[in-house]
């Protein structure tokens, strides 16, 4: 099990962290990433942590401003936002999977998704 948290509301330019902990699996073991839902559009694929630590965005409007993260100890994987746009604004999901972290399909246990809302 995934559990996202770490949304909220955050002016433009602001920052958040969300935290993916996960439960009942070893998060080491596995490819982790966090994919976007915006109100009224589909679900894109934001960035993977791969578990040979290989990090993979891919948004170029997030280049820059968006880092993965996580910590085998605690069983957590954390996406740190800066300079938050109102573009950013959806729900994050965490997922993992043991596939091609490149690959979308790869990630097929997902978090229920946190709001993020960015305020211009």
């Known amino acids: 099990q995934l559990q996202a948290s770490g949304g909220g509301l ?5 920052s958040l962290r ?14 982790v990433g966090w994919f976007r839902q915006a109100p009224g ?4 694929f934001v960035i993977t942590h791969s578990r040979s630590a290989v ?6 409007s997030l280049k820059g ?5 996580r910590d085998n100890a605690k069983n957590t994987v954390y996406l740190q936002m ?7 604004t959806a729900v994050y999901y965490c997922a993992a999977g043991v ?15 946190t709001l993020v809302t960015v305020s211009s």
């Open 10 to 14: 955050v002016q433009a330019g602001g």
């Open 18 to 31: 969300l935290s993916c902990a996960a439960s009942g699996r070893t998060i080491s073991t596995y490819n």
């Open 41 to 44: 559009k589909e679900r894109e």
């Open 55 to 60: 990090t993979t965005i891919f948004l170029d």
């Open 65 to 69: 401003r968006f880092t993965i993260s």
């Open 82 to 88: 800066n300079s938050l746009k109102p573009e950013d």
């Open 99 to 113: 596939g091609p972290a490149y690959s979308a399909s790869t990630f097929v246990y997902w978090g229920q998704g």
